[in-house]
């Protein structure tokens, strides 16, 4: 079965700084997706940025950026100039055949 | 109107209690699922659903039960739980087959057995 890593429970940044939280997966697959969704306190998970792991080009949205290794299978996020709104749960995702696979979570707090 | 709502957004139940989850969603998505969150442990996988027809069942005790009258809703039918199952039930949907696949998530429910 497909598993989702994130090693670290909790992480810091300063405000503005940037942070890289991290991910490894296990698959036997070469077709697959990659995610991260954010839960703010408010419950709701949202999709922060997505990746298609036949694309070697690493996938950006705004200050979000990701680090794919798809032979070390890792899969790390990069938030610059973080903001006092980052702060949240952040998981990682793995998709294939129907089904999506989560981490455990990184709790990310932004310092004023 | 959000893309997928979910009702009601806590629920406190005795052990011998019946009651349902509810959740629409509004974005024409042809996949539902539910998901059972627990502090510090990965979102674990309850039910799928595609077109209405259920395609995963997680090895979820049979004191949850799913149903899926149609591809817009989906509810969670409780009854006879344990203080163990208390956690937050998210709902989610995606279109699937198309290359669009991600997520959309409700709010979830949290709930508490007493």
């Known amino acids: 079965a497909q598993t989702v890593t994130q090693s670290q429970p909790e992480m810091s940044v300063q405000e503005a700084e940037t942070v890289t939280l991290s991910c490894t997966y296990d698959t036997s697959e070469s077709d697959y997706y990659l995610f991260w969704y954010k839960q703010p306190p408010s419950r709701q998970m949202i999709l922060v940025i997505r990746?298609?792991?036949?694309?070697?080009q690493n996938a950006t949205e705004n200050r979000f950026s990701v680090n794919f290794q798809k032979a070390a299978k890792s899969f790390s996020l990069k938030i610059s100039d973080s903001q006092l709104g980052d702060a949240a749960m952040y998981f990682c995702a793995y998709y294939n055949f129907n089904k999506f696979y989560f981490g455990s979570g990184t709790k990310l707090n932004v310092k004023p | 109107e959000t893309g997928v709502t979910q009702t009601p957004r806590h629920l406190v139940m005795g052990m011998t209690n019946k009651k349902s989850l509810k959740c629409e969603q509004h974005?024409?998505?042809?996949?539902m699922y539910w998901y059972k969150q627990s502090a510090k442990k990965p979102l674990e996988l309850m039910f799928v659903?595609?077109?209405?027809?259920?395609?995963e069942n997680n090895s979820v005790p049979s004191r949850f039960s799913p149903e899926c009258p149609n591809s817009s809703h989906l509810f969670l039918h409780l009854h006879t739980l344990q203080p163990e199952d208390s956690a937050l039930y998210l709902c989610?949907?995606?279109?699937?087959?198309?290359?669009?696949?991600?997520?959309?998530f409700g709010s979830g429910t949290q709930l508490s057995v007493l």
């Open positions: 659903y595609n077109f209405k027809e259920q395609t």
């Open positions: 990746q298609e792991a036949y694309k070697q």
């Open positions: 974005l024409g998505h042809n996949a």
């Open positions: 989610a949907s995606s279109q699937d087959g198309e290359g669009l696949e991600k997520l959309f």
